[in-house]
């Protein structure tokens, strides 16, 4: 049974930051290219970072410069430490395991307000 689990959200103020962090079960996470989205009120879900299998980094434009994605295939862990938090970046923030087949996790709530 494959799972992911996200952990690390909660709220924050404007400025500040976050590590959040999907630990992955059931599936050989080193062949697996893994990314962040995120989704907020009433919009669609959206690509924040992704690293592939090989280690290959993207970074939606909105992210660039602030956060940072990383795996560690020992842990079968994967990160985004998330720093310079805006208001929108509000979001429940969803882990995803992608080969032949993707698999997502249940999603952790991030809310940047003062």
């Known amino acids: 049974q494959v799972q992911l689990v996200e952990s690390g959200g909660g709220l924050v103020q404007p400025g500040g930051s976050l590590n959040l962090s999907c630990a992955a079960s059931g599936i050989i996470f080193s062949l697996y290219t893994v990314a962040w989205y995120r989704q907020a009120p009433g919009k669609q879900r959206e690509l924040v970072a992704q690293v592939t299998y090989d280690t290959s980094i993207d970074y939606a434009d909105s992210v660039k410069g602030r956060f940072i994605i990383s795996r560690d295939n020992t842990k079968n862990t994967m990160y985004l430490q998330m720093n310079s938090l805006k208001p929108e970046d509000t979001a429940v923030y969803y882990c995803?395991?992608?080969?032949?087949?993707?698999?997502w996790g249940q999603g952790t709530q991030v809310t940047v307000s003062s």
């Open positions: 995803n395991a992608q080969s032949r087949k993707a698999y």
